[in-house]
């Protein structure tokens, strides 16, 4: 067990002695020190020693120093004696902490592209399993699976498949790019399982949609004799959620201390709050969510989860009530803004209604814009609700409207039949009502993969929002019209479409 405070202590000791000058081996650990502490203050002033010391120019104590700064979230800094170390040279491990430095502090992009630059260098250093596990995480959050993909050749190319970071690191990419079969066999190939190996798989299947699954492999884990932690129960709770598992997710939560010695905390109870409420059991939720103390920003999450209860079912004082919970905590306020005055103008409040977006705009709150994106080759493809300014607009408009036109001739009745449970187009007329919809990012971004993407391949698209009703009952219908595997991952979970149904089960 490593002491990083006592070695800042002997180093200050060291210092005020003067007797013995720190070498290069002195500055490297008392960096990883403050690596480990995260002690941004501390390190900037043994930086400020290192410089004066003459000792700058070592490649071990110059990556240790681009590794504290990324520990310590201090990325531009960590970037700028990264660059400085050009004039002396760069190893793997310099390369390293930089592409970790950035995929730990969610710039994935910089990761996948500083790993592109290392990859054209003329080195002959090869990556190894720190790099590619840091560059996999940043393809998991970016949803990249083409350069995941790439990064999984190289993975077998060096031997590290057998390597369990690495392997989790892959089965969380599949996963987290809506590639659950891949997923499954990077799974099924590791040899020693972990609690860590377990509990990724339980969770990628919980998201999509796989609840018994998850849970069958919940009670294989507990056979072999793994003990499950927090984050392995936190998953079967959201497997049940995401399945409509109440009873067995109230059973879990009311014995995962006595049974595996796991307590409850708030996250385990927010994710309950959220399993009742989309069951319709919204009371039930709201009792337990008033039980519960939470800081900040769980209480967002718990919070946010009651407030799209509220709104799923229609109960405008439930929605009222975690609005204003979340307005006064100062989170989520454009989200609940809008939800209140949605909710409000549901039930005919139109006077309320229009008093909080006034309210909003006032206050300088500007709802996130909904994103969605696709990949084709080596690139992505980003897509704007309402927005066609693309080089295929046209077409991609074109062939919506033939989509819209097929739908139709099946039974199709598109936004006019959300109405009930939302108010985005009230005072709307029809048609216009059909133009808004038909022109959500994801249909934009899935018109894009049907006319682009190789013949018979599946769809994966990324959404930065919870996708709508009425785009999750067209995407159904769509998959059956153009016989294709459509897989959306939302701000939630994943929904993974195919011969006219949904693999949430219109559950989500």
């Not at 990556?127 to 840091?134: C, E, G, H, R, V």
């Not at 409509?244 to 409850?264: H, R």
């Not at 385990?268 to 939720?285: Q, S």
Request: net charge neutral.
């Amino acid at each position: 067990m490593g002491q990083p405070q006592t070695a800042l202590s002997m180093f200050q000791e060291m210092h005020e002695d003067r007797s013995v000058p720190p070498n290069e081996y002195t500055f490297a650990s008392v960096f990883k020190a403050c690596s480990a502490l995260a002690e941004s203050r501390i390190g900037k002033n043994i930086h400020a020693r290192l410089e004066i010391s003459g000792l700058r120019r070592n490649i071990v104590v110059s990556s240790s120093l681009v590794d504290m700064y990324g520990k310590c979230n201090d990325v531009e800094m960590a970037r700028q004696v990264f660059d400085s170390m050009i004039d002396y040279g760069r190893n793997v491990v310099s390369w390293t902490s930089m592409i970790t430095a950035y995929a730990q502090n969610a710039r994935g992009h910089e990761a996948i592209e500083l790993f592109r630059s290392f990859n054209a260098a003329p080195t002959s250093d090869r990556p190894n399993q720190f790099m590619l596990a840091s560059v996999i995480s940043a393809c998991s959050s970016l949803g990249r699976l083409q350069w995941g993909k790439v990064a999984h050749g190289l993975v077998t190319r060096g031997g590290y498949e057998s390597n369990t970071v690495v392997a989790t690191s892959l089965l969380d990419m599949y996963a987290k790019c809506g590639s659950l079969s891949c997923a499954e066999k990077i799974f099924l190939k590791i040899r020693c399982r972990s609690v860590i190996s377990y509990t990724s798989m339980i969770m990628a299947r919980a998201k999509h949609g796989l609840g018994e699954a998850a849970l069958q492999l919940f009670y294989e884990m507990v056979a072999g004799r793994i003990k499950p932690n927090y984050v392995t129960l936190l998953g079967v709770l959201h497997a049940c959620s995401h399945s409509g598992l109440v009873n067995e997710g109230l059973e879990f939560l009311n014995t995962m201390a006595g049974k595996y010695g796991v307590i409850p905390d708030s996250r385990h109870y927010t994710c309950v709050v959220d399993m009742l409420g989309r069951f319709g059991r919204v009371d039930e939720a709201y009792d337990l969510a008033k039980t519960i103390e939470v800081g900040a920003d769980q209480g967002a999450l718990l919070w946010g989860a009651l407030l799209s209860a509220g709104r799923l079912h229609g109960r405008v004082e439930i929605v009222s009530e975690a609005s204003k919970r979340l307005i006064q905590s100062n989170q989520q306020v454009t989200g609940a803004y809008i939800a209140l005055s949605n909710a409000y103008a549901v039930a005919g409040g139109w006077e309320d209604s229009e008093s909080l977006r006034l309210e909003m705009k006032r206050s300088g709150n500007v709802k996130e814009r909904a994103c969605s994106w696709i990949e084709n080759k080596d690139s992505v493809y980003v897509f704007h609700a309402g927005d066609l300014s693309c080089d295929e607009s046209g077409e991609i408009k074109r062939f919506l409207k033939d989509l819209e036109k097929r739908m139709k001739e099946r039974g199709h009745r598109g936004s006019s039949s959300m109405i009930t449970t939302s108010s985005v187009f009230v005072d709307v007329d029809e048609e216009a009502k059909e133009e808004m919809v038909s022109l959500h990012c994801e249909r934009l971004a899935l018109a894009y993969g049907l006319l682009h993407l190789p013949a018979g391949s599946t769809i994966r698209i990324m959404n930065n929002l919870r996708m709508c009703r009425d785009c999750h009952e067209a995407f159904k219908l769509i998959s059956e019209i153009v016989e294709r595997e459509i897989v959306v991952r939302d701000v939630n979970r994943f929904h993974c479409f195919k011969n006219g149904s949904c693999t949430c089960r219109d559950f989500w």
